[in-house]
């Protein structure tokens, strides 16, 4: 995912030409040519205009080419069928040799299996695959929950704070603690490593390539370090001990385990955040839905699938083409930049009912297309369920409303689906 | 109809009537019968409609495709008589199917 992030760096965009060259924001969709509209600038995400745009281009352009952008030209797939069958063709399109929407320029770059194709990507990823999953999950579920209570119970109550600092943010921290093991203190540097896996120089997060380098080593003598003090001690439960316990991981080279440690790392810190942080919101937008929660709390492993649709924490995920192909009739050349709308899939009303509409309770709410389909879907899935499983049950123990006080900030990033401030406030039963 | 039989990792049995032509996770779907979520809905890209074929069936199948070779292998519960339930087409050959669920599915 090293590579995935690069669009809301708003330095490379700047650099690149003046941003308002590319914006979209204030526009009106239905006013403009077809053929102009670009979804790749982060101006309308961060504003939060994206919505008329991508319906648009549903009804009139499923299979969208933009010839002119920041990002060079691409093509973009609204509709779910669609995207369905880019993300199940891995041999028509591939996630190599990166899967944002900008290319890489970047020359470190460690072996993630997220932008790999078969065969090297199915065995790298069954090597890290059981560490994730939900037999091993159930062992961890106890402790996680007592870190949510914690968090909760820590709480401000009747006064405004930002949920995702106080809440999203530090609950993914010590997730990630917890499920690693991490020396809890240090926990901060798992976010830190995290966003610098992503980051591009200049763009906040890091100066150069060399402090991006110089990190990630430090990332790299961290985890090496755990890895040698677990290797031989007695079975442990956290991922850590798992990989450097397991048959197939133990004699994973170091680049390759420091890249699947990230891919850990990453894969699990934005996406559940935001997803924490817009279910907030999304039950203030639809109050009848609260009360549907709060007199039903059995719906909430529904919920969270209805949220993580109606979030949908990474916009979309690219391919590129290795032949010549056909999609939805139009024609794509080999070496084509080919971006699948996950956030305009799940808005799909052929497929979707009432997909513009947020409904906690409704049927088949795990279609939904957050985390793709075919050999690239998350990896991390019933984690992030469970994760979210738990917060709200633990929320619902304590809250009869966390109230949203305030206007949202949203990331300035087309593929970081999120938020950077939602102004709360509590209102215990 | 045909006769399947879904067994759940604790042992609970459910028998159905499946339609011909249908798929064997779209008979557990349609008929209720938990621990088979077919997300993707029959397209064979979630596989998270795992089962296990009673040996016996097994001969009686289609072949598994590239396709769902490729799911299956994700898989770190994969067994030597996994199959995707919504590749396998209910016909009268396999009245009296049996097959298990496991504990998750993912």
Not at chain 1, 30 to 53: T, V
Not at chain 1, 56 to 75: K, T
Not at chain 2, 23 to 31: H, K, Q, R
């Given at each position: 995912?090293?590579?995935?992030d690069?669009?809301?760096?708003?330095?490379?965009?700047?650099?690149?030409?003046?941003?308002?060259?590319?914006?979209?924001?204030?526009?009106d969709p239905?006013?403009?040519?077809?053929e102009?509209?670009?979804?790749s600038?982060?101006?309308?995400?961060?504003?939060?205009?994206?919505l008329?745009?991508?319906?648009?281009l549903?009804h009139?352009?499923?299979?969208?080419?933009?010839?002119?952008?920041?990002?060079?030209?691409?093509?973009s797939?609204?509709?779910?069928?669609?995207?369905?069958?880019?993300?199940?063709?891995p041999?028509?399109y591939s996630?190599e040799?990166?899967?944002?929407?900008?290319?890489?320029?970047?020359?470190?770059?460690l072996?993630?299996?997220?932008?790999?194709?078969?065969?090297?990507?199915?065995v790298?990823?069954?090597?890290?695959?059981?560490?994730?999953a939900?037999a091993?999950?159930?062992?961890?579920?106890?402790?996680?929950?007592?870190?949510?209570?914690r968090?909760?119970?820590?709480?401000?109550?009747g006064?405004?704070f930002?949920w995702?600092?106080?809440?999203s943010?530090?609950?993914?921290?010590q997730?990630?603690?917890?499920?690693f093991?991490?020396?809890?203190?240090?926990r901060?540097?798992?976010?830190?490593?995290?966003?610098v896996?992503?980051?591009i120089?200049?763009?906040?997060?890091v100066?150069?390539y060399?402090?991006?380098?110089?990190a990630?080593?430090e990332c790299?003598?961290t985890?090496?370090?755990?890895?040698?003090?677990?290797?031989?001690?007695?079975?442990?439960n956290?991922?850590?001990?798992?990989?450097?316990?397991g048959?197939?991981?133990?004699?994973?080279?170091?680049?390759?385990?420091?890249?699947n440690?990230?891919?850990?790392i990453?894969?699990?810190?934005?996406?559940?955040r935001?997803?924490?942080?817009?279910?907030?919101?999304a039950?203030n937008?639809?109050p009848?839905?609260?009360?549907?929660l709060?007199?039903?709390?059995?719906?909430?492993?529904?919920?969270?699938?209805?949220?993580?649709?109606w979030?949908?924490?990474?916009?979309?995920?690219?391919?590129?083409?290795?032949?010549?192909?056909?999609?939805?009739?139009?024609?794509?050349?080999?070496?084509?930049k080919?971006?699948?709308?996950?956030?305009s899939?799940?808005?799909?009303?052929?497929?979707?009912?009432h997909?513009?509409?947020?409904?906690i309770?409704?049927?088949?709410?795990?279609?939904?297309?957050?985390?793709?389909f075919g050999?690239?879907?998350c990896?991390?899935?019933?984690l992030?369920?469970?994760?979210?499983?738990?917060?709200w049950?633990?929320?619902?123990?304590?809250f009869?409303?966390?109230?949203v006080?305030?206007?949202?900030?949203r990331?300035?990033s087309?593929?970081?689906?999120?938020?950077?401030?939602?102004?709360?406030?509590?209102?215990?039963? | 109809?045909?006769?399947?039989?879904f067994?759940?990792h604790?042992?609970t049995?459910?028998?159905?009537?499946?339609?011909?032509?249908?798929?064997?996770?779209?008979?557990?779907?349609?008929n209720?019968?938990?621990?088979i979520?077919?997300?993707?809905?029959?397209?064979?890209?979630?596989?998270?409609?795992?089962?296990?074929?009673?040996e016996?069936?097994?001969?009686r199948?289609?072949e598994?495709?590239?396709?769902?070779?490729?799911?299956l292998?994700?898989?770190?519960?994969?067994k030597?008589?996994s199959?995707?339930?919504?590749?396998?087409e209910?016909n009268?050959?396999?009245?009296?199917?049996?097959?298990q669920?496991?504990e998750?599915?993912?």
């Amino acid at each position: 995912m090293s590579d995935a992030d690069t669009p809301q760096s708003g330095t490379r965009l700047k650099s690149a030409s003046d941003p308002s060259k590319w914006s979209m924001v204030g526009k009106d969709p239905y006013q403009m040519p077809l053929e102009k509209i670009d979804l790749s600038h982060p101006g309308i995400w961060q504003a939060n205009e994206y919505l008329p745009f991508l319906e648009r281009l549903r009804h009139e352009d499923p299979v969208h080419y933009c010839a002119e952008s920041a990002v060079g030209p691409y093509w973009s797939v609204l509709k779910y069928k669609d995207i369905m069958q880019v993300d199940t063709s891995p041999q028509l399109y591939s996630s190599e040799p990166t899967i944002g929407i900008v290319d890489q320029f970047s020359e470190f770059t460690l072996p993630m299996f997220i932008a790999m194709d078969p065969p090297k990507h199915d065995v790298q990823r069954r090597v890290v695959q059981p560490v994730v999953a939900p037999a091993n999950l159930k062992i961890l579920e106890k402790l996680i929950r007592e870190r949510v209570c914690r968090i909760l119970d820590g709480l401000p109550v009747g006064e405004e704070f930002d949920w995702v600092d106080s809440v999203s943010i530090e609950l993914t921290t010590q997730m990630l603690a917890t499920l690693f093991d991490f020396p809890f203190e240090d926990r901060h540097k798992l976010t830190y490593w995290s966003d610098v896996a992503t980051a591009i120089p200049g763009a906040g997060v890091v100066e150069s390539y060399e402090e991006r380098w110089q990190a990630m080593q430090e990332c790299l003598q961290t985890f090496t370090r755990l890895w040698n003090e677990r290797v031989n001690q007695a079975p442990g439960n956290d991922l850590l001990s798992m990989l450097a316990q397991g048959e197939e991981t133990r004699n994973m080279p170091p680049m390759e385990f420091l890249g699947n440690v990230l891919l850990l790392i990453v894969g699990g810190n934005d996406t559940t955040r935001n997803s924490i942080s817009g279910g907030v919101l999304a039950l203030n937008e639809n109050p009848q839905e609260y009360a549907k929660l709060r007199n039903d709390r059995s719906v909430i492993p529904n919920m969270v699938s209805e949220i993580i649709r109606w979030q949908t924490p990474l916009a979309y995920m690219r391919r590129t083409a290795l032949v010549d192909t056909e999609l939805g009739g139009k024609q794509i050349k080999a070496g084509d930049k080919v971006v699948m709308w996950y956030i305009s899939g799940n808005r799909d009303e052929e497929v979707i009912e009432h997909a513009n509409e947020f409904i906690i309770d409704r049927e088949k709410a795990r279609q939904h297309l957050s985390f793709g389909f075919g050999i690239h879907r998350c990896m991390g899935n019933r984690l992030a369920e469970m994760q979210l499983r738990i917060l709200w049950e633990e929320i619902m123990e304590r809250f009869h409303l966390v109230e949203v006080v305030g206007e949202p900030q949203r990331v300035y990033s087309s593929f970081v689906k999120g938020f950077t401030r939602l102004p709360v406030k509590l209102h215990p039963h | 109809m045909v006769k399947i039989v879904f067994r759940e990792h604790d042992g609970t049995e459910h028998v159905v009537d499946a339609k011909e032509g249908a798929s064997v996770m779209l008979a557990a779907v349609t008929n209720g019968v938990p621990g088979i979520d077919a997300d993707c809905g029959g397209a064979c890209s979630c596989a998270t409609c795992h089962v296990y074929v009673k040996e016996e069936w097994l001969a009686r199948l289609d072949e598994i495709t590239p396709m769902e070779e490729a799911m299956l292998s994700l898989s770190s519960d994969r067994k030597d008589n996994s199959r995707l339930s919504c590749q396998i087409e209910v016909n009268e050959s396999l009245d009296g199917l049996e097959v298990q669920t496991p504990e998750f599915q993912y």
